[in-house]
C-alpha cells in the first residue's frame, strides 16, 4: 500500500504565496513521475505540474513562470511553489505519484487533495 499526504493548501490574497508538500510513503521501491493536479469547481481536473525521478518538469501553461515544482527523492517527497497567485488559481489541489511497490508492482495514486484559496 502506498499513501500520499498533502499539506500547504490554505487561503491567500492574490499576489501572495503558497507551497504545497506531498510526501508518499508505504511499501515503495520507488517513486517514478510525480506531479500537480488541480480541480475548480464546476471543471475537470487539470495538470499543473509533473517531474520525474531524473528531475524533468513540465508545466501548465498557465502556470509557467509563477509555480515551481521541485522534489526530494530520498523522502519521497514533491513540492509545489506557488508564486503571483490569481485567483483562478483556486481549486482543491492534488497529488499524484507513480512507481513501484517492494512486490514490484506498478502503481499509480492520488492524494486526498488540498484546498487552495485565492482572493481578489
Known amino acids: 500500500q502506498v499513501q500520499l499526504v498533502e499539506s500547504g493548501g490554505g487561503l491567500v490574497q492574490a499576489g501572495g504565496s503558497l507551497r504545497l508538500s506531498c510526501a508518499a510513503s508505504?511499501?515503495?521501491?520507488?517513486?517514478?513521475?510525480m506531479g500537480w493536479y488541480r480541480q475548480a469547481p464546476g471543471k475537470q481536473r487539470e495538470l499543473v505540474a509533473t517531474?520525474?525521478?531524473?528531475?524533468?518538469?513540465n508545466y501548465a501553461d498557465s502556470v509557467k513562470g509563477r509555480f515551481t515544482i521541485s522534489r526530494d527523492n530520498a523522502k519521497n517527497t514533491v513540492y509545489l511553489e506557488m508564486n503571483s497567485l490569481k485567483p483562478e488559481d483556486t481549486a482543491v489541489y492534488y497529488c499524484?505519484?507513480?512507481?513501484?511497490?517492494?512486490?514490484?508492482?506498478?502503481?499509480?495514486?492520488w492524494g486526498q487533495g488540498t484546498q487552495v484559496t485565492v482572493s481578489s
Open positions: 517531474i520525474t525521478i531524473g528531475g524533468n518538469t
Open positions: 499524484n505519484a507513480n512507481g513501484y511497490g517492494l512486490d514490484l508492482k506498478r502503481f499509480e495514486n
Open positions: 508505504g511499501s515503495i521501491f520507488s517513486v517514478n513521475a
